[in-house]
DNA sequence: TCAATAGTTGAGTCACATTTGAATTGTCCG
DNA sequence: CGGACAATTCAAATGTGACTCAACTATTGA
């Protein structure tokens, strides 16, 4: 992973010690600190042509890998490697029928992608959040 | 990027010219071949704890970079270069606003990013997809 | 004009994800 | 059984993106 953000300890710089730069509207408090952990696991999973290709694929139903190869020009041995990484992140689903290795769309692996955007909350509640600053900036005090 | 994938010249191995692998259902055919490109500049812009966490963030609403500087404890200069990657992805728009710098979530950020779900189609058309392999694969024969 | 704050840019380094090739497992068919 | 096919795993090489540091622009205020 990259850099862990905030979350954690890091003495230096709690929160509240703004320089008193600012203060127009446009530097608010925290509303809902969402955790970006398990939304970042999906999203990097998605996040690369060859997976996203291939979840594309599942989209309309069961698949062998022997199928998906066929409509992503990598070697066998790589395609393999990106499938683990999505069945790792809990996108996909396998079984094997003789020689075979199915791959299907987790059930709920829309559901979760489409929660793992950011603002996603923004989605369900309806609200369009539209430079929600209560003061409008003060432009050019 | 990473492979390009298919979509280009490449001469070796055409479509149809399998070994007569697999033949079972679970093998299809191109429904529609979507170009993952676009797709994957949004998914790759936020597939990163920083910009998700920033993105988040201006859910609610504009916010000055010392206001996000608060909230993901990397430096200035780094988060600068998130910012740049997010407007290079027109997720977010900026206005200057004296020292400061507001950043807003585009107004068509959520809706590009759900398109740009792998089987986002399936989102809109409202089709559950699921196992839709004609013949029931006749397991172990 | 000069110092300070807010933010961006550019060059260089490093870690990690991606990629490759060889070896391995599991299944079917002669 | 032994060979061929389907797919996965392992270890090593590569490349790209995240990160650091120094320099720069822009705006405000003394």
Do not use: F
Request: charged share 20%.
């Amino acid at each position: 992973m990259t850099q862990l953000l905030k979350i954690g300890p890091k003495p230096t710089k709690e929160s509240a010690d703004k320089p008193s730069s600012c203060a127009s509207g446009a530097c608010g408090s925290a509303p809902t600190p969402r955790d970006p952990a398990p939304a970042l696991d999906l999203l990097q999973a998605i996040a690369d042509p060859v997976r996203w290709t291939v979840l594309e694929r599942l989209a309309d139903g069961t698949h062998c890998v022997c199928d998906l190869q066929a409509h992503v020009d990598v070697s066998n041995t790589l395609l393999s490697y990106h499938l683990r990484i999505l069945r790792d992140a809990g996108l996909v689903t396998t079984s094997r029928r003789g020689r075979w290795v199915d791959y299907t769309l987790a059930t709920d692996a829309l559901a979760r992608l489409t929660e793992a955007l950011p603002a996603a909350s923004s989605l369900v509640s309806g609200s369009s959040a539209q430079a929600s600053s209560p003061s409008p900036a003060a432009a050019t005090p």
